[in-house]
């Protein structure tokens, strides 16, 4: 349909549907010796001529015969395809434009005239979104959504349109059409026409054989001209609503009948009411045939997935949001979710097997063709009756580093119930796979291989995550692992450095787990440093030498502080010894540790530590986080006793009444700290700092009256220190209060305290730190040293046990719980205080901790707690009046806790 010649023939062929090789075909376009067809799946074919590049094709053939793909453009949704002389064009659903093969005249549009064998995008028309295209001879026309026309290359014959006739290697805008809606654009060898919506006929360029329509050969026009419209004389009626444009010769279409035009061809979308049809047919005749071929015709390539849910009238920025309705999305796929008919399941499985998931790894011109990596997730048959996902994170995880930035740009945007999805869609694959691995031991590296293809994709969402924190951190968990993971082969396998290990992911472990974790790291570290003194002992020829397995401290009551800091500092041989197993005894006092007098001596050490009277700590009324103070009256040494204690309580699965804020655990695990911890340490001071980051007038300066500079109260003395050099005398104004608030933030949470935080930090890591205490969300290190604030009351009966009579059926017990559960949050809370020291409760669980009810006679007394056991000694009071009279008063008047 190309030929040789010294007359270029364009011939446009606009059909329902053509066969090319079995192929089907909705939209032709040729040049001198080569053609484009677009497919009925969204893919481009060409054939012919190619020594210009004019095919697109990366090879060196020269000519084809026969139709090729054009593999730059896989995934990308094209709609409409142009060629010229030796050069071709298409554009997307998005209103992207592409363009390949010669360049002598710069009618790519590209800046130069280099010849480009494969497909580029104009980047020259980004944000314009083109609707149409049309190629010249050595020139290019495009129209936009928003009726505005552009033109470059060749200009000889003025074909450009803007008054001159010298050549334009890139995008300029016809500037005598600005201010008309032009709707439909058509050009011939050298001369364009264009349409406008109020039915103006405009044409410029060569008219020499009379192309342009103005009832005489004229030799050309640089500017565009209004054109005749004799088709209305007799008939006013008769509207123009298209051109074509070929050789010399204009084609106009006219009608007395509204008819609209559409120079691109819409790539099927799913139609919500023809999927509502053939649901009809599958619930009539129990035949889901009429799904599977809905489904397969709109998703029938990558391509057409790719404009799936896409409003072309939108114009969207692509490298910030994918374009995608996403709640349209779900809403159609959701009807698919719960259809299980075996014939239905099994075809989707074919199709993604055979159809969608071999093409997904396509050479990334153009972010529109990332859109499929947002629509899988949310398709059921992704995960279910074949487990493809492993393959679809491969893809991703193939994807150039460029193009997955822009995906995570996506990703961050979204919202969160999709960005949840997504997620779970990884994680369910890896615990089939966990699953299927311990029981097919054959094909454990495989399994392997497909397990560690999703926590790579999983890795990636978490950074962004940590960024945009669109769900909380702690959905990345996956519950099931602990179930099937052998956690200490795991960890050995990280310290052999083997390449698949979850330790590698550990945002996917529960605190449980990482609790467990640190257990194991303990224990492999002093198993370490036993085999290594046994190994001196047996060099230096003594004999047997017992280990204590514990880690004893021995305390005067009067004496608690010094007592503990002298046990502390006789472990000299290493931090593994505090990562023993906790003993503690009081001296002259006899009884076996049984976990309540350990946790005496953490209440006791942080009741003295935290007393106002040594000025250590400042409490911030609003949050009631307490953070460093500046001036104090203790050494650092009491900082560091403090940092070991909070050590001690991870390893000992103690709760320590010490309500640092998270900003503290970002601190110690070496990242940067935040307006937004800020906020939570001190709410109103933060408040007050986005006030000043909001203020947009130009008088901030007059108005606030600030330096960079603080004023401190030092034991009654107040002195003022600067934020930056000459702070003082620094004003803030628009331009730097940024950098005041960072200054400000900075000296609060670093600065200022940095002495006492090295000493707490120091004393914290010679107990916890270790390559395990790395894996730690600050939340999660948060919750391991002071226990956390959400769980279930309800929880708290079913760990419950009973002593001297009691039962969970006993009537007093009855009355019991009858009454707890009648009481508020509040008053629940206060309860938990009353009985345990505390109202949290330990990172593992509710599950973790032990609660004993036990019988007493005397009714006239008040209940009573021990809080170092848990126990509560409770009468058998009578009716519910009594215990709830007696239980209350007992909570709000009693303060401390009382020993076995």
Same mark, same amino acid.
């Given at each position: 349909v190309g030929y040789p010649g010294e007359i270029t023939v364009y011939i446009v062929i606009f059909c329902s549907y053509r066969v090319v090789l079995g192929i089907k075909v909705v939209h032709v376009a040729c040049g001198f010796r080569h053609t484009l067809a677009l497919t009925q799946d969204g893919e481009v074919i060409a054939w012919g001529d190619n020594t210009a590049g004019q095919l697109g094709s990366t090879t060196s053939l020269q000519l084809s015969h026969e139709p090729v793909k054009v593999s730059s453009l896989d995934g990308m949704p094209i709609v409409q395809v142009a060629a010229g002389n030796q050069h071709s064009a298409c554009i997307s659903v998005s209103g992207w434009l592409f363009v390949w093969g010669d360049n002598n005249c710069g009618q790519l549009g590209v800046g130069d005239t280099k010849r480009r064998p494969t497909p580029r995008n104009v980047t020259g028309m980004q944000g314009h979104h083109v609707v149409s295209v049309c190629c010249g001879e050595v020139f290019t026309v495009v129209l936009t959504a928003t009726g505005g026309v552009f033109t470059w290359g060749e200009n000889f014959n003025g074909q450009l349109g803007h008054g001159n006739t010298s050549a334009h290697h890139l995008p300029r805008q016809v500037s005598e059409l600005m201010g008309e809606m032009v709707k439909v654009i058509t050009c011939g060898e050298n001369h364009v026409l264009a349409l406008t919506d109020n039915n103006k006929l405009y044409g410029w360029g060569a008219g020499y054989a009379g192309q342009l329509g103005t009832g005489k050969s004229q030799a050309i026009q640089t500017l565009p001209i209004k054109l005749p419209t004799p088709w209305t004389k007799g008939n006013p009626k008769l509207k123009a609503y298209d051109i074509h444009g070929g050789g010399d010769q204009t084609f106009i279409r006219v009608s007395g009948e509204k008819r609209s035009h559409s120079s691109t061809t819409r790539i099927h979308d799913f139609s919500e009411a023809k999927l509502n049809s053939a649901f009809r047919d599958f619930e009539e005749y129990k035949d889901p045939t009429s799904i599977i071929e809905y489904i397969i015709q709109v998703m029938g390539s990558v391509s057409k997935i790719n404009s799936l849910f896409v409003d072309p009238t939108t114009r969207t920025n692509m490298l910030l949001d994918s374009g995608i309705n996403m709640l349209r999305l779900r809403k159609s796929f959701t009807q698919l979710r719960d259809l299980r008919h075996k014939d239905y399941l099994k075809a989707m499985s074919n199709h993604l097997?055979?159809?969608?998931?071999?093409?997904?790894?396509?050479?990334?011109?153009?972010?529109? %063709?990332?859109? !499929?990596?947002?629509?899988?997730?949310?398709? *059921?048959?992704? #995960?279910? /009756?074949?487990?493809?996902?492993?393959?679809? +994170?491969?893809?991703? =995880?193939?994807? /150039?580093?460029? +193009?997955?930035? !822009?995906?995570?740009?996506?990703?961050?945007?979204?919202? +969160? /119930?999709?960005?949840?999805?997504?997620?779970?869609?990884? %994680?369910?694959?890896?615990?089939?796979?966990?699953?299927?691995?311990? *029981?097919?031991?054959?094909?454990?590296?495989?399994?392997?291989?497909?397990?560690?293809? #999703?926590?790579?994709?999983?890795?990636?969402l978490n950074e962004v995550n940590r960024t945009s924190e669109l769900v909380p951190y702690n959905t990345f968990y996956i519950h099931d692992l602990a179930e099937h993971l052998d956690l200490e082969e795991d960890y050995r396998n990280w310290l052999e450095g083997r390449e698949v290990v979850f330790c590698k992911y550990p945002f996917v472990f529960t605190p449980s787990a990482k609790a467990k974790l640190l257990s194991i790291d303990a224990n492999n570290q002093m198993l370490q440093t036993v085999r290594k003194f046994a190994i001196s002992q047996l060099m230096m020829a003594s004999g047997p030498v017992e280990i204590n397995p514990y880690f004893e401290i021995c305390v005067r009551r009067d004496n608690l502080v010094e007592d503990t800091l002298l046990a502390i500092r006789k472990c000299e041989s290493g931090p593994h010894v505090l990562k023993k197993p906790l003993k503690v005894t009081f001296k002259g006092e006899e009884g076996f540790d049984a976990g309540g007098v350990k946790k005496e001596l953490f209440l006791l050490l942080m009741k003295e530590l935290l007393n106002p009277t040594y000025g250590m700590f400042t409490m911030d009324p609003e949050s009631r986080f307490i953070w460093f103070s500046e001036f104090n009256f203790e050494g650092n040494s009491t900082y560091e006793l403090i940092g070991v204690i909070c050590g001690l309580a991870i390893y000992n699965s103690i709760i320590v009444d010490i309500n640092f804020p998270p900003a503290l655990y970002k601190k110690l695990l070496g990242q940067p700290v935040t307006m937004n911890?800020?906020?939570?340490?001190? /709410?109103?001071? +933060?408040?007050?700092?986005? %006030?000043?980051?909001?203020?947009?007038?130009?008088?901030?300066?007059?108005?606030? #009256?600030?330096?960079?500079?603080?004023?401190?109260?030092?034991?009654?003395?107040?002195?003022?220190?600067? =934020? !930056?050099?000459?702070?003082?005398?620094?004003?803030?104004t628009l331009e730097n209060k940024q950098l005041y608030v960072d200054s400000y933030i900075d000296y609060y949470l670093n600065t200022c305290i940095q002495h006492q935080f090295k000493a707490f930090a120091q004393g914290f890591m010679f107990v916890a730190g270790s390559r395990v205490f790395e894996m730690f969300h600050p939340n999660e290190l948060m919750h391991m040293v002071s226990g956390m604030h959400d769980f279930n009351f309800d929880d708290l009966k079913s760990i419950t046990e009973y002593l001297n009579g009691y039962a969970v059926d006993h009537p007093t017990i009855t009355i019991f719980w009858k009454v707890f559960n009648k009481m508020d949050l509040a008053l629940k809370k206060k309860f938990l205080v009353f009985l345990t020291g505390s109202d949290r409760i330990p990172i593992h669980g509710i599950h973790s901790i032990k609660i004993t009810i036990n019988k007493v006679m005397d009714t006239a007394r008040l209940p009573v707690a021990h809080t170092c056991f848990n126990v509560l000694d409770l009468p058998p009071y009578a009716t519910e009046e009594e215990m709830e009279n007696k239980l209350l008063n007992a909570i709000n008047n009693t303060e401390g806790f009382g020993l076995v």
């Open positions: 097997e055979k159809t969608i998931l071999p093409n997904l790894n396509f050479e990334v011109t153009s972010p529109e %063709q990332l859109r !499929i990596f947002c629509i899988l997730p949310e398709f *059921h048959s992704l #995960c279910y /009756p074949e487990d493809y996902v492993p393959v679809f +994170a491969e893809s991703i =995880l193939n994807l /150039p580093e460029n +193009a997955f930035k !822009i995906l995570k740009i996506w990703f961050s945007r979204y919202e +969160a /119930p999709f960005f949840k999805r997504f997620v779970s869609v990884l %994680q369910s694959s890896v615990v089939k796979n966990v699953i299927l691995r311990y *029981h097919t031991t054959p094909e454990n590296n495989r399994r392997l291989r497909k397990i560690e293809k #999703c926590l790579k994709v999983l890795e990636k911890d800020f906020a939570k340490l001190s /709410p109103t001071r +933060a408040e007050s700092l986005r %006030q000043i980051l909001n203020y947009s007038d130009t008088d901030l300066e007059e108005a606030m #009256c600030l330096t960079f500079s603080v004023t401190r109260d030092r034991f009654g003395e107040v002195d003022e220190v600067n =934020l !930056i050099p000459n702070g003082s005398e620094t004003p803030v």
